[in-house]
């Protein structure tokens, strides 16, 4: 009986996370928060109901879970903010190169024009 309360808890609480996460994309950390939540929960729960307390194992593995996804997920977050700056510094760059390049032909011509 205890189980399945808690069961009904976790579904609640789940559906809860969802829908207030459907107002705007989730970033990566939170994406890898949620899955690994869900696979802790999931794992949790077998190991749990092998030794006779699937909630508690479920509960456990869930906060286990979702506190490594989160660690996972600021990390692989980071890697892509970095590589977006890195991005943008790679088009600014471009740019230059392309006005210096314009620039370098005017003169070109300008001195072509003058002999």
């Known amino acids: 009986m205890r189980s399945r309360g808690m069961m009904q808890g976790a579904v609640a609480l789940a559906f809860v996370v969802f829908v207030s996460g459907c107002s705007q994309p989730l970033s990566t950390r939170e994406k890898s928060t949620l899955v690994g939540g869900g696979l802790g929960a999931a794992t949790g729960a077998i190991i749990g109901a092998a030794v006779g307390s699937p909630g508690a194992g479920a509960a456990i593995g869930g906060a286990l879970g979702a506190g490594t ?28 190169l392309q006005r210096q390049r314009q620039e370098l032909e005017q003169l070109k011509r300008q001195q072509k024009d003058e002999y």
């Open 69 to 96: 996804g989160a660690l996972v997920g600021d990390q692989m977050q980071k890697r892509d903010t970095q590589q977006a700056d890195q991005q943008q510094q790679i088009e600014q760059q471009n740019q230059e």
